[in-house]
T-cell receptor, first 112, second 112 residues
Framework: DGGITQSPKYLFRKEGQNVTLSCEQN?????MYWYRQDPGQGLRLIYY???????QKGDIAEGYSVSREKKESFPLTVTSAQKNPTAFYLC???????????FGPGTRLTVL | GENVEQHPSTLSVQEGDSAVIKCTYS??????FPWYKQELGKRPQLIID?????GEKKDQRIAVTLNKTAKHFSLHITETQPEDSAVYFC???????????FGKGTRLSVIA
């Protein structure tokens, strides 16, 4: 888990603004994931990437975008099209050929 | 796609008693079932997992059982302690970097 960093820890955004959440890993893991967590809703998958330059939509991709230009990095952009972005965002990674996902410390986004 | 149901949503037990959390899944192809513990404001941490080729796995005070026929698996915590208080999530996936599908979580409170 210590090999996954997310920044910033807290982020405040005004309505209508795009913001980008950072996720970096030094574990040499192939797959990376973004989840959104709301109270009582568990963890919902936004986007995931199994290899560089490729990614797939999860269950709640609308209003979000990602890129995977480097193996170590999987940034998430929350666009103004996301109507209720206030949530706790978690990045996770997984080594290819295994099942175990490891989570970063999370970013708490609040829309003012 | 996979759907994971988790019960109960909240659970209170006296210190020293046992706690049981149950999950059901819908996709018969799922064969990996992890459990995560999340303390307030922290990242989810893997506490135990089980694969479909075994029916039970134990790690000190924690055990997981799996019934593939009925498509349900359970987390058992014995001799509960106040530090066991947290939100617990079950999840399911099939092999090959497939994203985990999470239950909505159980908030466990251990009362001293």
């Amino acid at each position: 888990d210590g090999g996954i960093t997310q920044s910033p820890k807290y982020l405040f955004r005004k309505e209508g603004q795009n913001v980008t959440l950072s996720c970096e890993q030094n574990l040499n893991h192939d797959a990376m994931y973004w989840y959104r967590q709301d109270p009582g809703q568990g963890l919902r998958l936004i986007y995931y990437s199994q290899i560089v330059n490729d990614f797939q939509k999860g269950d709640i991709a609308e209003g979000y975008s990602v890129s995977r230009e480097k193996k170590e990095s999987f940034p998430l952009t929350v666009t103004s099209a996301q109507k209720n972005p206030t949530a706790f965002y978690l990045c996770a990674t997984m080594l290819g050929g295994t099942d175990t996902q490891y989570f970063g410390p999370g970013t708490r986004l609040t829309v003012l | 796609g996979e759907n994971v149901e988790q019960h109960p949503s909240t659970l209170s037990v006296q210190e020293g008693d046992s706690a049981v959390i149950k999950c059901t899944y819908s996709d018969s192809a799922s064969n990996y079932f992890p459990w995560y513990k999340q303390e307030l404001g922290k990242r989810p941490q893997l506490i135990i997992d089980i694969r479909s080729n075994v029916g039970e796995k134990k790690d000190q005070r924690i055990a997981v059982t799996l019934n593939k026929t009925a498509k349900h698996f359970s987390l058992h915590i014995t001799e509960t302690q106040p530090e066991d208080s947290a939100v617990y999530f079950c999840a399911a996936s099939s092999r090959g970097n497939t994203p985990l599908v999470f239950g909505k979580g159980t908030r466990l409170s251990v009362i001293a």
